[in-house]
């Protein structure tokens, strides 16, 4: 997906990248943060960052050419990555997607750009995303909450991400909320490894190992095994099976909100966000899902809090990459220059 808008020479510009395991998003803008191209395209994986960061930037540059202008002429490049990134080493760690050696990735990056560069997780730069143009727009505290294949966060607190004191917070796919019911998702070296415990129960892949586990143990649901029509059983198997009356279908669903809303509960108790901010591919195709887990959460709760939609879809990361080379433009916390 491209836009047809040429830079022209004269203007500062910006781009704003977000890396997927299976897409990757393009964002050109202005100084101001206007858009002015997209564009979407396959993810080409590679356990080396040297090549991957060649293969990225060559395609950033093509971009920035069908635009008029040239990758040299961009005032930053801002990039999201399915991660945790240690700003202080450049190392990029707990992306399976990616699967790199812990090494340091900034020097791969200024052999292809001599810019500046920011580098962050995705869910933080959606949550920039949202909130320079998206649900959270003007708000200075809140918390990002994205539901799919796994379970991220981000916590927006005092007008800036916070990051913790290893850049992994916001991590909540491995809040323990039954401690009984998993073992530690912590490897030797501290880093976080495969899914966490919540993500276990209530993320997309969690709904349907849970209900896949039901079937396996001789649970009979004609409707569920229906949708999955003999292959893996997945969430939208399950949200389908759960609308046509699946009590089966049903009870996961149950219990995936149950444990979400008492994550999102503690987390508004501890932290006092004005507002959470519910996006990833189970919430933006699950129509009903938000506005459950909003009712959900206010019975928990004690302490108020608006729980939204995530406006920009997938378009969220790359905007926010593009935000975050604008605030370092403009003086605030630079995260990572390369």
């Not at 809140?142 to 966060?153: A, K």
């Not at 901010?277 to 009712?295: C, D, H, Q, R, S």
């Given at each position: 997906m491209t836009s047809d808008v040429e830079l022209g020479a004269s203007t500062a510009w910006i781009a704003g990248i977000d890396v997927g395991g299976t897409k990757t998003m393009f964002c050109l803008s202005s100084e101001d943060?206007?858009?002015?191209?997209?564009?979407?395209?396959?993810?080409?994986?590679?356990?080396?960052?040297?090549?991957?960061?060649?293969w990225l930037f060559a395609e950033l540059g093509q971009f920035c050419q069908a635009h008029g202008t040239k990758l040299s002429k961009l005032a930053g490049v801002g990039i999201g990555?399915?991660?945790?990134?240690n700003e202080q080493t450049g190392i990029l760690s707990s992306a399976p997607a990616l699967d790199w050696a812990a090494e340091d990735i900034r020097p791969w990056i200024?052999?292809?750009?001599?810019?500046?560069?920011?580098l962050d997780?995705?869910?933080?730069?959606?949550?920039?995303?949202?909130?320079?143009?998206?649900?959270?727009?003007?708000?200075?505290?809140?918390?990002?909450i994205t539901v799919g294949t796994g379970i991220g966060g981000a916590l927006y607190l005092n007008g800036q991400i916070y990051r913790g004191a290893a850049f992994s917070a916001g991590e909540i796919g491995y809040l323990v909320i039954e401690p009984d019911r998993g073992a530690l998702a912590v490897g030797?070296?501290?880093?976080?490894?495969?899914?966490?415990?919540?993500?276990?129960?209530?993320?997309?892949?969690?709904?349907?190992?849970?209900a896949a586990r039901?079937?396996?143990?001789?649970?009979?649901?004609?409707?569920?095994?229906?949708?999955?029509?003999?292959?893996?059983?997945?969430?939208?198997?399950?949200f389908a099976a759960a609308a046509e009356g699946s009590q089966l279908a049903a009870h996961v669903l149950d219990r995936a909100y149950h444990l979400m809303a008492v994550a999102i509960a503690n987390l508004t108790i501890t932290l006092n966000p004005q507002l959470v901010v519910l996006g990833g591919g189970v919430v933006e195709k699950n129509a009903e899902y938000a506005g459950e887990l909003a009712e959900r959460v206010c019975a928990l709760s004690p302490v108020a809090v608006?729980?939204?939609?995530?406006?920009?879809?997938?378009?969220?990361?790359?905007?926010?990459?593009?935000?975050?080379?604008?605030?370092?433009?403009?003086?605030?916390?630079?995260l990572t220059e390369a």
């Amino acid at each position: 997906m491209t836009s047809d808008v040429e830079l022209g020479a004269s203007t500062a510009w910006i781009a704003g990248i977000d890396v997927g395991g299976t897409k990757t998003m393009f964002c050109l803008s202005s100084e101001d943060g206007s858009i002015r191209g997209k564009r979407k395209l396959d993810t080409q994986l590679s356990r080396d960052p040297k090549s991957f960061m060649e293969w990225l930037f060559a395609e950033l540059g093509q971009f920035c050419q069908a635009h008029g202008t040239k990758l040299s002429k961009l005032a930053g490049v801002g990039i999201g990555l399915p991660g945790v990134m240690n700003e202080q080493t450049g190392i990029l760690s707990s992306a399976p997607a990616l699967d790199w050696a812990a090494e340091d990735i900034r020097p791969w990056i200024a052999h292809n750009y001599e810019g500046i560069v920011v580098l962050d997780n995705d869910v933080n730069m959606a949550a920039l995303g949202e909130q320079c143009k998206g649900a959270a727009a003007g708000c200075e505290h809140f918390v990002m909450i994205t539901v799919g294949t796994g379970i991220g966060g981000a916590l927006y607190l005092n007008g800036q991400i916070y990051r913790g004191a290893a850049f992994s917070a916001g991590e909540i796919g491995y809040l323990v909320i039954e401690p009984d019911r998993g073992a530690l998702a912590v490897g030797p070296s501290g880093i976080l490894e495969r899914f966490g415990a919540l993500e276990n129960q209530a993320s997309g892949t969690g709904i349907g190992l849970q209900a896949a586990r039901c079937l396996e143990e001789g649970e009979l649901c004609p409707v569920l095994a229906l949708q999955a029509a003999g292959g893996p059983v997945t969430a939208k198997h399950v949200f389908a099976a759960a609308a046509e009356g699946s009590q089966l279908a049903a009870h996961v669903l149950d219990r995936a909100y149950h444990l979400m809303a008492v994550a999102i509960a503690n987390l508004t108790i501890t932290l006092n966000p004005q507002l959470v901010v519910l996006g990833g591919g189970v919430v933006e195709k699950n129509a009903e899902y938000a506005g459950e887990l909003a009712e959900r959460v206010c019975a928990l709760s004690p302490v108020a809090v608006d729980i939204r939609k995530a406006a920009l879809g997938n378009e969220a990361g790359a905007i926010g990459a593009v935000e975050a080379i604008r605030r370092a433009l403009h003086g605030s916390r630079r995260l990572t220059e390369a």
